[in-house]
């Protein structure tokens, strides 16, 4: 068997590798400049997460605001019945909700947080 046909798959081999390699360093460049964003416009109590013990996306949220150095709150309706009460009458239908400047948001998108904290 020929080496052949085994070297023709490796360009494009170093090429996707290459571009995937491109596309991971400019979403990083996008995320820390999303950041840093958040992070100049976000005041303490300017957003409150009303999050759950058990709940993964509370969780990569709350890593991703304390990764970019962001102000927010947090509260644990299991534990807290000011929390509690309040997820109840944000009529959420699960968490983490966000509370940017008393506007709730369903689930975390830091693009969206950013846009609401930009708009007021």
Do not use: N
Not at 7 to 31: T, V
Request: proline share 4%; glycine share 8%.
């Amino acid at each position: 068997m020929s080496d052949r046909p085994r070297r023709g798959w490796i360009a494009p081999l170093l090429l996707a590798g290459a571009a995937f390699a491109g596309l991971q360093l400019w979403q990083g460049h996008q995320q820390r400049s999303l950041g840093e964003r958040l992070a100049a416009a976000a005041r303490p109590g300017d957003i409150v997460m009303l999050s759950s013990d058990h709940c993964v996306y509370c969780e990569a949220a709350r890593r991703w605001f304390v990764k970019h150095r962001v102000s927010f709150d947090e509260c644990f309706i299991e534990r807290d019945a000011a929390c509690a009460e309040s997820y109840r009458a944000q009529g959420a239908p699960g968490t983490p909700t966000l509370l940017v400047r008393g506007e709730r948001q369903l689930g975390f998108d830091a693009q969206r947080v950013a846009l609401a904290l930009e708009a007021r």
